[in-house]
T-cell receptor
Framework: NAGVTQTPKFRILKIGQSMTLQCTQD?????MYWYRQDPGMGLKLIYY???????DKGEVPNGYNVSRSTTEDFPLRLELAAPSQTSVYFC?????????????FGEGSWLTVV | AQKVTQAQTEISVVEKEDVTLDCVYE???????LFWYKQPPSGELVFLIR??????QNEISGRYSWNFQKSTSSFNFTITASQVVDSAVYFC???????????FGTGTSLTVIP
């Protein structure tokens, strides 16, 4: 069972570079999320999507962009990487909206900006 | 406003001791869901349990038990006879029936000393 798959797992970026973190889920979940986790901190929501073609900002969206062209995929793009974006990024998904469905996470992507 | 507070930042116990991780939440919704996730040193986030606001029954799963008390807005997690493999960061989270987001606490880092 693949679940939520993120790539790459590790990446080092130089300041000013851009990259895309890929996320795909095979559970036919319509809700997808991107979180970041800074060292010793909790999870902060970057962007989320309630379905294909629909995205919305979370708590910390600046410096990121997302798209949701299919139900399965929810890539996160970092434009002009900055050291403040050094973090662990988690993609997650869940089946439906506010009915208590469990959110399932990918394994995380460790990003370092130098 | 929604909020999840895990006041214990770090806890250390000796193997076989019992330990309780505290979680206090705030919400205006009458229907909501509470979750616990485990993040072992390998970094992934593992779902442990989900409770809805209408079910205050305590739950036990092996050495794990959860105490949900609406009167004190708490959803505490107890590990009985702790083991080294329990060493991890544990996150409490809240999801409301009327919303699309999850709200995470800042996590409690548990170290079980052999």
């Amino acid at each position: 069972n693949a679940g939520v798959t993120q790539t790459p797992k590790f990446r080092i970026l130089k300041i000013g570079q851009s990259m895309t973190l890929q996320c795909t889920q095979d559970m036919n979940h319509n809700y997808m999320y991107w979180y970041r986790q800074d060292p010793g901190m909790g999870l902060k929501l970057i962007y989320y999507s309630v379905g294909a073609g629909i995205t919305d900002k979370g708590e910390v969206p600046n410096g990121y962009n997302v798209s949701r062209s299919t139900t399965e995929d929810f890539p996160l793009r970092l434009e002009l990487a900055a050291p403040s974006q050094t973090s662990v990024y988690f993609c997650a998904s869940k089946r439906q909206g506010g009915n208590g469905n469990t959110i399932y996470f990918g394994e995380g992507s460790w990003l370092t900006v130098v | 406003a929604q909020k999840v507070t895990q006041a214990q930042t770090e806890i250390s116990v000796v193997e076989k001791e019992d330990v309780t991780l505290d979680c206090v939440y705030e919400t205006r919704d009458t229907t909501y869901y509470l979750f616990w996730y485990k993040q072992p040193p390998s970094g992934e986030l593992v779902f442990l349990i989900r409770r809805n606001s209408f079910d205050e029954q305590n739950e036990i799963s092996g050495r794990y038990s959860w105490n949900f008390q609406k009167s004190t807005s708490s959803f505490n997690f107890t590990i009985t006879a702790s083991q080294v493999v329990d060493s991890a960061v544990y996150f409490c989270a809240l999801s409301e029936a009327t919303g699309n987001q999850f709200y995470f606490g800042t996590g409690t880092s548990l170290t079980v000393i052999p």
